[in-house]
């Protein structure tokens, strides 16, 4: 089953689209987009989340821009919207709306309390962040862009965090995975994994560079660690 919902914020309400899982007392997981919103792509990770047994919510990041972004992966129009609305995105108000998200999302009907924070490019930045600046139980990390330039941060983050990098990404430079694998590894609360021969995005449902292969083995390694450290 799932529903959208109304995320209530000190700056505004916002939307989260959610999808539950067949059985009760579940721990829930907040899925933070890419550059193209809540859009088919969320919604299928989200889905993907509830058949492993987790309550999965996907909130709208862009609302304080334009509510409602649900953007196509294969449309250039929406490749350009995406990035302006990237461009403009205030991160730290980003981190306070995903924090807004993290509390709804531990009281939900039949919740556990327990909830992970989990994304994706964009979005994978922001889980870092959200990991540096608040509690969480747990986070993922996929290719989250950007992060190379908040390493500063690394050392706050106390959180079990999982976080996947494509070796070939084009927005995430050799140099900067080094870094952030630098600044990272060797923490016991963190393990990163690698993708030989993968671009940006190699999960993304229907994208250009999808890899069936390592999006299973992604998927895998996230949703078993979810289940071990949200148990």
Not at 13 to 31: G, H, I, L, M, Q
Not at 95 to 106: K, L, N, R, S, Y
Not at 132 to 149: L, W
Not at 175 to 201: F, M, R
């Amino acid at each position: 089953m799932s529903e959208t919902i109304t995320i209530k914020s000190d700056a505004g309400d916002f939307a989260a689209y959610v999808s539950y899982p067949k059985t009760e007392n579940a721990p829930s997981v907040v899925v933070l987009h890419e550059v193209f919103g809540v859009n088919d792509d969320v919604r299928q990770t989200c889905d993907a989340l509830a058949a492993q047994g987790f309550i999965a919510v996907a909130p709208d990041l862009f609302w304080r821009q334009q509510p409602g972004v649900d953007l196509s992966v294969t449309s250039e129009a929406d490749w350009k919207a995406g990035l302006a609305l990237y461009m403009a995105y205030s991160r730290d108000e980003g981190v306070a709306d995903v924090v807004a998200t993290i509390a709804a999302a531990g009281k939900l009907k039949g919740a556990t309390g327990k909830v992970a924070v989990m994304g994706y490019c964009l979005g994978g930045l922001m889980t870092f962040l959200t990991a540096a600046r608040s509690k969480v139980d747990a986070a993922v990390a996929f290719h989250g862009g950007d992060t190379e330039s908040y390493l500063g941060e690394a050392g706050s983050i106390t959180a079990p965090f999982l976080m996947h990098l494509a070796e070939e990404d084009e927005y995430i430079t050799k140099d900067a995975q080094a870094a952030i694998k630098h600044a990272l590894e060797g923490k016991p609360n963190v393990t990163i994994y690698s993708y030989p021969g993968c671009n940006h995005a190699f999960s993304r449902h229907g994208g250009a560079h999808y890899d069936a292969a390592a999006a299973k083995t992604a998927n895998d390694r996230t949703w078993a660690f979810l289940k071990d450290k949200l148990a």
